[in-house]
């Protein structure tokens, strides 16, 4: 559904050999649905409309940073990291804000600073004009997105393309350009942003085994190509919904985690925008507005960490080749509505219900071409 770069061979051999992990330290704590003010009912029910999508992998959801319910479409499994496609971005985003902190750059730093053996012999006005924000914003001035020569991103390649517009009037979703943020957080840091992340971000949250392989440039892809657990993405929703704040310490900054999440450009005229009515809410820092108040990560098939702040609730999906406005309208329309203030009370029977379903959850066999 979103545009992808094709990778080289090597490359997609990493993606496919990487192992099943055992669980990570520091997991969240489990609660049932009742006692953080959720009906296991609403849940089952949310569970059915994901399940008639029929190409769910798996889903968690965690009311005031309790894990109320989870569930793995076999063979899919809790240790097995998932490919989060353009929920990566989220991440690499997550990189520039705490390079940002460091000290290294800004966000009003013009791009081409970084790349002067990149930049093309006569850089048009435009270009020169493009900063760090343009590039978190999706608004670089590119009409179309530059595509990827030889099958792998390339700086050079993302520079040389016309920007026709003028930096941050234009929202085009591009992918290019956040392979480019990578590139400047390794330029400043001498870091890939996967090794950049572990320290800071990945150990603090108790992520392990994170892979996320380097064009042959020695940049993180940066876009896509991040495979981690779905308690793992929770855990990063959890932390921009505790707005950067971890076990008591500060990971990201907070003015970060409010200015990543929030509108900064509209983008209800671009292509993304005929998926559904939650692509033409604004966009951020890499991160998606939803209606609700709420706000994403998102990447192609179906992979999803939900933030509801006004809720206290976040919620990781992964999929393969989903409709990914049905995958939100199930929580807008299952869950939304029964999200309750207080605990209720202990419901056994639907709790048993929930529990068959969720153990029941299988992968739909993919329909035979005739």
């Known amino acids: 559904m979103k545009n992808k770069f094709l990778l080289p061979a090597s490359i997609a051999f990493f993606l496919a050999a990487i192992p099943r992990v055992q669980a990570v330290n520091l997991p969240l704590p489990r609660s049932t649905p009742e006692t953080q003010g959720i009906s296991p009912q609403a849940i089952r029910e949310y569970v059915e409309v994901l399940d008639k999508i029929k190409t769910m992998h ?11 319910a989870e569930g ?22 997550t990189a520039v804000g705490l390079a940002i902190a460091d000290g290294k750059f800004s966000l009003d730093d013009k791009v081409l600073r970084f790349f002067p053996n990149d930049a093309p012999a006569e850089p048009s006005e435009n270009l020169k004009a493009v900063t ?22 390339s700086v050079k390649q993302f520079l040389a393309a016309p920007f026709v517009h003028k930096p941050g009037t234009h929202f085009l979703y591009n992918g290019m350009g956040s392979y480019t943020l990578s590139a400047i957080v390794t330029k400043t840091t001498g870091q890939t942003v996967d090794e950049y992340l572990k320290p800071r971000l990945f150990e603090p949250l108790g992520i392990e085994h994170a ?7 020695g940049y993180s892809l940066g876009a896509h190509g991040l495979y981690l657990r779905t308690e793992d993405i929770a855990k990063f929703g ?3 919904l505790q707005k950067g704040k971890w076990n008591g310490k500060q990971l990201i900054p907070e003015k970060w985690a409010e200015q990543a999440t929030s509108k900064h450009v509209p983008n209800n005229q671009e292509p993304h925008a005929n998926i559904g009515i939650d692509w033409r809410q604004g966009y951020g820092f890499q991160f998606w507005r939803c209606t609700h108040n709420a706000f994403r990560g998102d990447g192609a098939g179906g992979q999803f960490v939900v933030v509801m702040p006004d809720q206290d ?4 999906m992964t999929a393969s080749g989903a409709n990914m406005q049905a995958e939100l309208d199930a929580i807008w329309e299952k869950l939304l509505p029964a999200f309750q203030a207080k605990a209720l009370p202990a419901d056994a029977a639907e709790q ?8 029941n959850l299988e992968v739909h066999p993919a329909k035979k071409e005739n």
Do not use: C
């Open 352 to 359: 048993e219900k929930l529990k068959q379903l969720i153990t």
């Open 72 to 93: 793995w479409w076999k063979p899919e499994a809790a240790d097995k990291p998932h490919v989060l496609n353009s929920v990566s971005k989220s991440f690499n985003s």
């Open 58 to 68: 798996s889903f968690m959801v965690v009311r005031h940073g309790q894990v109320i």
């Open 313 to 316: 609730v976040v919620i990781a």
């Open 132 to 153: 760090v924000r343009d590039l978190l914003t999706m608004s670089g001035g590119h009409d179309s997105e530059p595509k990827s020569v030889g099958g792998a991103p």
């Open 238 to 240: 959890q932390l921009y």
């Open 211 to 217: 892979a996320w392989p380097s064009s042959p440039e």
